[in-house]
């Protein structure tokens, strides 16, 4: 609101970044007017209207980008939320996100346990103070510089720290004997871990000459080892990729030295280019190793712990058995012999080559349906069974004796 006396003294165009609209950057354009006032006591002799929600003092953009570029500053920070913006189409560098960012409001009482190290503004030049609620673990506040006069201000101006945890630095010292003289101070880990290193470092120094003369008489204390054993080098099997790899490296290395292209030798030796440069660039010993690696373990290598435990359990049963087997083979190569033995038949029972050889696959009549046995004399009887008078190929074979299955051999069939 212009003042109750104030004037127009002019009107000006105003130009307001906006938040992107589809992806394209919106500018307003605000024709504002500027007021001056009539009173001598005033202080201001001139001032420009704002638009609420819209506009404020000194700012080229409106209200609502500068809420959008403070949440990404708060968010991301400065050089993250730059590239953010860049992408969102925001005109926005680093330094402008992080002049959005409001100071926290520092407590009106030190923590209990307040931690206390410097940082750098800029390496090398220019450092500042870190307060940290050690406790909480939330910075506290930030001090623009790291003297002590600043720090006993602080700790004056916020009462309450009941143990300070610092580094090194002797102006934090000074600060807190001047400010804080009944506060407990405690180094920090890292602090004192190198504090602990340096005195031990210190020491042995002190003490070099007792700890050399120690270290030496250790050492001739000690018993000379014994001669290394020479052992033989590993001599890798040859095998087929053993010897096809130590050959394929002796030819590409011949055609190199003959001046040929890995293209020609490609071609010659029928091998892809890749290829043609490994062995060319890789050491012979290394390829060895590769192809060494590379050798099948063959199938059975993952089962036979268990079939050896298995042949070593079956071992009993299968030593019986065998005696069994003999005898079965013993029983049949007799019973062929017997059988051999008989007379041979006569011309007219010769077999005619068009007619089935055994009787067994011989037809039966039409209409009929009986059984043929084939007997032996040390065999048992077999019979047969034909199917029915439609069917003209043997039927099932029908085991009238003691089943095959007990000599092994499973069941017969046609």
């Known amino acids: 609101m212009p003042c109750p006396r104030s004037q127009v003294h002019s009107s000006y165009e105003r130009s ?11 500018l307003v354009r605000l024709r504002v007017r500027r007021f001056f006032c009539g009173r001598a006591s005033c202080r201001r002799r001139t001032f420009v209207e704002q638009v609420s929600g819209l506009s404020e003092r000194y700012r080229r953009s409106s209200l609502g980008l500068k809420t959008w570029l403070r949440q990404v500053a708060i968010e991301l920070g400065g050089r993250v939320g730059e590239r953010l913006c860049r992408r969102m189409h925001l005109v926005a560098g680093r330094t402008r996100l992080l002049e959005l960012l409001d100071p926290p409001a520092a407590p009106e009482r030190s923590p209990r346990v307040l931690g206390v190290d410097e940082f750098a503004f800029r390496k090398g030049r220019t450092y500042g103070t870190l307060l940290v609620d050690v406790e909480a673990g939330r910075v506290v506040d930030v001090l623009p510089d790291r003297i002590s006069e600043t ?16 580094d090194r630095a002797t102006a934090y010292t000074r ?29 042995c120094h002190q003490h070099r000459a007792c700890l050399r003369k120690r270290a030496d008489e250790e050492t001739a204390a000690i018993p000379e080892a014994p001669p290394l054993m020479q052992l033989p080098l590993h001599q890798l099997p040859r095998t087929q990729i053993i010897e096809r790899t130590r050959h394929r490296h002796a030819d590409v290395h011949k055609l190199v ?51 050896n435990s298995r042949f070593t359990r079956a071992w009993g049963r299968s030593a019986a058995a065998g005696c069994s087997w003999r005898s079965v083979n013993a029983a049949t190569a007799a019973a062929a012999r017997s059988f051999a033995s008989t007379s041979p038949p006569s011309a007219s029972a010769m077999p005619n080559p068009s007619e089935p050889t055994s009787p067994a696959l011989a037809r039966s009549p039409a209409g009929s349906c009986g059984r043929r046995t084939l007997s032996h004399p040390t065999l048992p009887a077999v019979g047969w069974t034909c199917g029915s008078p439609a069917r003209t190929s043997p039927g099932p074979v029908t085991l009238p004796g ?12 046609c």
């Open 16 to 26: 307001l970044a906006e938040r992107p609209l589809s992806g394209r950057k919106l």
């Open 151 to 166: 720090f006993a201000a602080w700790l004056r101006e916020h009462p309450g720290a009941e143990i300070i945890c610092r």
């Open 175 to 203: 600060a807190i004997k001047e400010a804080a003289p009944n506060t407990t101070e405690v180094a920090d880990r890292w602090h004192w871990l190198q504090n602990l290193a340096a005195a031990v470092e210190k020491t």
């Open 257 to 307: 030295a003959a001046g040929w292209t890995v293209s020609a030798i490609a071609r010659s030796l029928h091998l892809d280019r890749k290829t043609v440069r490994r062995f060319r660039d890789t050491d012979l010993d290394q390829l060895l190793a590769s192809a060494y690696e590379r050798l099948p373990a063959g199938v059975l290598e993952p089962f036979k712990p268990y079939l």
């Open 402 to 413: 003691p089943s095959l299955n007990s000599f092994g051999t499973g069941a017969a069939s």
